[in-house]
């Protein structure tokens, strides 16, 4: 794949434009109720430095929790924003996150921030850099994922981490562009760290023995899938 054909791909999907319409939707209530200058950039500043933190907390402690799968009303969630994802990690269609659950987590963790930093205008442009920083993010997620060798030294690194969170060991590497969270909450790794591979990650524990207990997920996919997601679709 061509970076050409990468960026073609990654338009076309029905949640990037989401998230650009929104973004001028905030940008135009910002000029509608604007903030101060400072009140503004401080407001964007924190936006885009908490969003690794927030995805951080919720890739490892929500989407890499065994809680939603055994809760029949919150399986089908985790299916779609996750399992799906770890089950087959190329498949451009449960690449990006869900809508109905993005964009609440961004209004609920940013909108109260800008808010307490400068009022309407602030909410409105930390709003606003929280849907750039989540483009930035799939865009990268797309690069990680797609059949796309990156030049550059910095997304090469960041693909190479970030596909052995998905093909080694899913309890590590929770970032997608910045592991300072990792390294914080001693997640991080590279793969020669970790010489025995994960049994668990391409299905994120829901095994066959905790989807007799819990069938739910199991139902929705017709079973559970094992093995190398590559070796499924060959057999």
């Known amino acids: 794949m061509t970076l050409k054909e990468l960026v073609v791909a990654y338009f076309q999907y029905y949640a990037i434009i989401a998230y650009l319409a929104l973004t001028v939707a905030c940008l135009a209530l910002y000029a509608w109720q604007p903030a101060a200058l400072a009140p503004t950039l401080l407001s964007a500043a924190a936006a885009v430095v ?20 055994k809760t029949k009303i919150f399986s089908p969630v985790w299916k779609r924003i996750h399992y799906d994802h770890h089950q087959d990690p190329n498949h451009l269609e449960v690449l990006f996150g869900a809508l109905y659950t993005t964009l609440p987590t961004i209004v609920v963790f940013l909108a109260p921030i800008g808010w307490a930093i400068g009022g309407m205008g602030g909410m409105a442009i930390a709003l ?55 390294k914080a909450f001693g997640t991080f790794y590279e793969r020669p760290d970790r010489k025995v591979k994960s049994e668990t990650v391409f ?10 207990r819990y069938p739910w997920v199991s139902e929705l996919s017709g079973g559970v899938a094992t093995g190398h997601p590559t070796q499924r679709a060959q057999g």
């Open 128 to 182: 606003a850099a929280g849907l750039l920083t989540t483009c930035f993010y799939e865009f990268c997620h797309c690069i990680q994922h797609l059949k796309y060798k990156p030049r550059n030294k910095w997304l090469a690194r960041m693909k190479a981490r970030h596909m052995a969170h998905h093909f080694h060991d899913e309890t590590g590497n929770f970032g997608i562009t910045s592991f300072v969270w990792d």
């Open 203 to 212: 299905n994120l524990g829901y095994t066959p023995e905790k989807a007799k």
């Open 50 to 69: 908490l969003y690794p933190l927030a995805w951080y907390v919720l890739h490892r402690w929500v989407l890499h929790g065994q809680w939603m799968y």
